[in-house]
């Protein structure tokens, strides 16, 4: 794959604007769904997807062949995404329950056997306070848990995406684990407290 990336690179850059289209396509998925983890608002990621693809498209010719363009695409959409936080708070608020039942979560593969609609529910609140959780944390450490978790980058990968040491990517998910854990034990004692 990576060779082919850079096939359509090199057709683009040699004037070829159509050969982007290709990487577009290739890459417009988990572009998309690395932005919208971090931003929980499909307009929103749809616009910075957008954005992304854009930015990367008028700096192609800085593109490092060393890495793939996987990693340099994550890269702008992760400091894309990280800047528009720092720049402006969620325009919408998060609850427990959003409506809609399109946008992605972590129970969207297939599994084997067919849940009940009770676990279904209980999956589904399970996933929200782990998204709200995931929201909740500062953009860097936010983006590092979503390449690594929802994108599944290994730790090179995330370095490099991030143009971080390999030392701080482990620091940054060390310290964001620890407060997701805390977040999460917090929401599951207020929701037993509201139980009782």
């Known amino acids: ?35 919208y983890r971090m931003v929980r608002n499909t307009a929103t990621a749809q616009d ?8 990367a498209y008028t700096k192609l010719n ?3 062949p060393k890495y793939s363009f996987k990693v340099w695409i994550l890269r702008i959409a992760t400091y894309h995404t990280i800047d528009h936080l720092r720049r402006r708070r ?9 409506s809609g039942d399109d946008r ?15 676990e279904l ?3 589904r ?12 944390l500062d953009p860097k450490l936010r983006a590092v848990v979503v390449l690594r978790h929802y994108e599944d980058l290994n730790y090179d990968e995330i370095a490099d995406a991030l143009n971080i040491p390999m030392g701080t990517v ?15 034990l917090q929401n599951q004692m207020t929701v037993q407290e509201v139980v009782s």
């Open 104 to 118: 992605p979560t972590i129970f969207d593969r297939t599994e084997s056997r067919q849940p009940s609609p009770d």
């Open 170 to 184: 482990k620091n940054r998910l060390f310290r964001a684990r620890e407060k997701l854990q805390k977040l999460i």
């Open 48 to 55: 910075l997807a957008q954005e992304v693809f854009v930015k």
């Open 62 to 64: 800085t593109f490092d």
């Open 125 to 136: 609140e399970q996933a929200d306070i782990i998204a709200e959780a995931v929201e909740s």
């Open 121 to 123: 529910v209980w999956r």
């Open 1 to 35: 794959m990576k060779y082919d990336d850079e096939i359509y690179i090199r057709k683009c850059l040699d004037g070829e604007r159509e050969a982007f289209r290709e990487l577009v396509l290739r890459y417009q998925t988990r572009v998309l769904n690395t932005i």
């Open 90 to 98: 969620p325009e919408y608020p998060v609850s427990a329950h959003p």
